[in-house]
């Protein structure tokens, strides 16, 4: 591969081996949708933050849970609530007695992986606190920045706005998720599977970790290495110029957008273990990096993003893709 520019034939060979086990090691529990458990082993690769969205009941805590139970990290669940206060995510500052002095009591958030769990039923404030940790891996605690253990993503769920008791997630806090997923129902044949053996509760309790935060950070650190042929960014560049001059969307793709495109096209041909970017990587990740990035001139009507990815279809099927 391109990579053993920077690592040895061995190491990149290890490397994909570890990716091949924790791509199988998550599908031994989560029997669903098995492009979905690519594009979640993508966003960690690109070291980027994923939602789930969904109805309830078909998988979306099991995929995340046991995409994190198979890395050795420090794991923090957070079962957001209405009621939740910013400080039961970031941490807070309380007078030890013994010392006395101000002391600092960490939250969850400090963890190299967040599952955050139904972040859509927690209010607007305490979903803000998640903004600068998810941006910039970092927080801002009464007057201190506190930088964050590496890895860090945060794998989050929600159920759909129209469900009671939901707020809408703000349009800055859905651009710092690099992809934003939709699981749909098991196939017939992955039914029967998930009825027979019921993994939630038989295998997930069991699962062990396959790869270490350090060999993470290494596959993070390969991903910048694949090629992009200068025809494939501008394909991208091409297709984020479509949305922003389509006349029905309002806010077309930014550079933000555009550039975890490419990340994403290379995380998915490094999982694919090659070290070039083909069309393909690009296409397979348009919709879910790019859908939740896009408003419609419908916006208020287009809460689950339906109208947002048939449109970036339309799209790909206009702009052409490179041979």
């Not at 957001?80 to 400080?87: C, E």
């Not at 041909?269 to 001139?297: F, G, Q």
Request: hydrophobic share 45%; charged share 20%; proline share 6%.
């Amino acid at each position: 591969m391109g990579a053993t520019t920077r690592y040895t034939a061995a190491v990149v060979d290890a490397s994909l081996h570890r990716l091949d086990s924790l791509r199988a090691n998550v599908q031994r529990v989560f029997m669903g949708n098995q492009a979905a458990v690519d594009k979640v082993i993508v966003c960690l690769l690109a070291g980027g933050h994923v939602l789930i969205e969904d109805v309830p009941g078909v998988g979306k805590t099991v995929l995340a849970t046991s995409l994190a139970r198979s890395l050795d990290c420090v794991m923090s669940r957070i079962q957001l609530t209405p009621d939740m206060l910013p400080a039961d995510v970031l941490g807070v500052t309380v007078w030890d007695q013994k010392k006395s002095e101000f002391v600092f009591k960490p939250g969850p958030i400090f963890s190299n992986i967040i599952l955050a769990d139904e972040v859509n039923r927690t209010t607007p404030r305490t979903q803000s606190a998640l903004l600068e940790a998810m941006n910039e891996a970092q927080v801002s605690i009464d007057g201190h920045t506190r930088k964050l253990i590496q890895p860090f993503i945060v794998i989050a769920t929600q159920n759909p706005f129209e469900f009671e008791g939901t707020y809408f997630l703000p349009e800055s806090q859905l651009d710092r998720f690099l992809m934003r997923l939709h699981l749909g129902y098991p196939s017939n044949e992955d039914e029967a599977r998930i009825l027979s053996e019921n993994p939630s509760r038989t295998l997930l309790a069991d699962l062990q970790p396959v790869m270490t935060g350090e060999e993470l950070l290494e596959l993070q650190h390969m991903v910048p290495t694949v090629e992009a042929d200068p025809a494939l960014i501008a394909y991208i560049i091409q297709i984020a110029e479509a949305t922003r001059t389509n006349e029905q969307l309002q806010i077309g793709i930014s550079p933000r957008g555009t550039l975890a495109l490419l990340q994403t096209a290379r995380a998915t041909a490094l999982l694919n273990k090659r070290d070039y970017v083909v069309p393909e990587d690009i296409i397979s990740n348009v919709i879910p990096v790019c859908s939740h990035r896009i408003i419609t001139k419908t916006y208020m009507h287009d809460s689950d993003g339906i109208a947002a990815s048939r449109i970036m279809q339309q799209i790909l099927e206009t702009v052409p893709s490179p041979v």
